[in-house]
């Protein structure tokens, strides 16, 4: 089955605790510190396979973790490095952030990644404490956390050429005999309920890849009928095929009222190069209309061509007029920006306090946090470098601006402490 949105839960793993050790060594009495460091926590990557064409893997696991970093140990081992967790997903996958709602990346090219949960860093062990003044630090920092996150992404097909017109115009008819593609072909609107590609073939070295782009009725851009699940696709191709039945009550009515909802969803694709076709000229009665249905399209400024697919007549004659104008087509800077997924933090140590309901004080900032965390609360000298910190921040300033009285509960991320001066 054929999925283009899916939601998925990430999540990286911890970084590796740093140790606190020191030489233990026969004849070697006075042995300095030689904690190693954490390993790095696991991160969840998405790379692009050109070889996968939906989201469809997701449907069966939408959880992923990633492991987390090695402990430090004695004798300055550092902790392994856990392995990333890297997905694949299909070229034009949209990836964004479902809390926030922000665009975290768009990936097009062939094994771009993008990563969406980093690897907490590892903590640093004690040996990395090491000054002329504490030769030997009791000290040291517990790895970082990783992150987890809920992601929508959504599949914006990539073709060359778009067919597309009202349902039952005979656009799967004609994408199954100008490709390799097999849709499902009935004689009822929305028989197409997914979009199907194909790659068409011009000669041994020229080929475009088409996209049998789901009827569209009035009020698409609003979401009716098929509705937005597929007038995004419409958004990646180059050119346009239209294909407007020639047994219609009104042809060139079709013909606008698509126009219109493709312009009401995306203004951009109003611009877009279109090749328009008459289908359905096997049938009598739209033979003899032919030069009344071009003269009305003529009138308007269009020019249209006549095609039977059932018949294949005039199909070479689309192709080719599809072929030139892409060859033609200029396409624009894309329209999605380039935004990176981390970006510096304009106040690393940056905080504010806050008044808790049971009247104790919070200290919220993601720098402060993040120095908690990688706090040893159980030594001494760790927890004197946390309070260091602060003071050097302006922490306590903070506090008595705040209103805050010594002996008073102050808490920053899980951990809480009295506040004493």
Same mark, same amino acid.
């Given at each position: 089955m054929f999925y283009d949105e899916i939601r998925i839960f990430v999540a990286s793993g911890d970084g590796g605790n740093g140790a606190v050790h020191f030489r233990r060594e026969k004849y070697v009495p006075r042995g300095g510190p030689d904690g190693g460091d954490g390993g790095k926590g696991g991160s969840v990557i998405l790379q692009v396979n050109p070889k996968v064409n939906t989201l469809s893997s997701f449907q069966r696991q939408q959880h992923y973790r990633a492991e987390r970093g090695g402990h430090g140990g004695g004798s300055n081992k550092t902790g392994r490095d856990a392995e990333d967790v890297i997905l694949a997903v299909p070229p034009g996958t949209i990836v964004r952030d479902e809390g926030t709602g922000d665009l975290l990346g768009d990936l097009v090219e062939s094994e771009q990644q993008l990563v969406v949960a980093r690897g907490g860093r590892g903590g640093r062990g004690n040996a990395r404490f090491t000054t002329s003044r504490n030769q030997a630090p009791r000290m040291a920092e517990k790895?970082?956390?990783?992150?987890?996150?809920?992601?929508?992404?959504?599949?914006?097909?990539?073709?060359?050429?778009? =067919? =597309?017109?009202?349902?039952?115009?005979?656009?799967?008819?004609?994408?199954?005999?100008?490709?390799?593609?097999?849709?499902? =072909?009935? !004689?009822?609107?929305?028989?197409?309920?997914?979009?199907?590609?194909?790659?068409?073939?011009?000669?041994?070295?020229?080929?475009?890849?088409?996209?049998?782009?789901?009827?569209?009725? +009035? /009020?698409?851009?609003? /979401?009716? /009928?098929?509705?937005?699940?597929?007038?995004?696709?419409?958004?990646?191709?180059?050119?346009?095929?239209?294909?407007? !039945?020639?047994?219609?009550?009104?042809?060139?009515?079709?013909?606008?009222?698509?126009? !219109? +909802?493709?312009?009401?969803?995306? +203004?951009?694709?109003?611009?877009?190069?279109?090749?328009?076709?008459?289908?359905?000229?096997?049938?009598?009665?739209?033979?003899?209309?032919?030069? +009344? =249905?071009?003269?009305?399209?003529?009138?308007?400024?269009?020019?249209?061509m006549f095609i039977s697919a059932l018949a294949r007549e005039g199909l070479r004659e689309l192709l080719y007029a599809a072929w030139n104008t892409l060859q033609a087509y200029e396409p624009e800077t894309d329209e999605v920006e380039e935004l990176p997924l981390y970006r510096a933090e304009a106040d690393p140590m940056g905080f504010h306090i806050e008044r808790e309901m049971d009247g104790a004080w919070r200290i919220v900032g993601k720098g402060v946090e993040r120095a908690a965390r990688r706090t040893y609360w159980e030594y001494d000298e760790a927890v004197r470098r946390f309070q260091k910190m602060l003071f050097s921040i302006g922490v306590e300033d903070a506090l008595r601006e705040a209103g805050a009285e010594l002996g008073e509960t102050v808490r920053v991320g899980e951990y809480e402490f009295e506040w004493i001066d």
């Open positions: 790895g970082d956390a990783g992150e987890e996150r809920w992601l929508t992404l959504e599949l914006k097909l990539i073709a060359d050429v778009g =067919i =597309i017109g009202i349902p039952n115009a005979g656009k799967s008819t004609l994408l199954s005999m100008v490709t390799n593609a097999t849709p499902k =072909i009935a !004689a009822y609107p929305f028989t197409t309920l997914q979009p199907n590609l194909g790659v068409a073939r011009l000669d041994n070295e020229n080929s475009m890849v088409f996209a049998d782009i789901p009827g569209l009725i +009035e /009020g698409a851009h609003l /979401g009716a /009928g098929l509705g937005h699940a597929f007038l995004r696709h419409i958004q990646r191709t180059h050119v346009l095929i239209h294909l407007i !039945a020639g047994d219609a009550q009104d042809p060139f009515a079709d013909f606008s009222q698509i126009n !219109a +909802e493709l312009a009401l969803f995306d +203004e951009r694709l109003s611009d877009r190069p279109q090749v328009v076709a008459i289908t359905k000229i096997d049938i009598p009665e739209v033979r003899e209309k032919m030069e +009344e =249905i071009e003269a009305v399209f003529q009138q308007a400024g269009v020019k249209v």
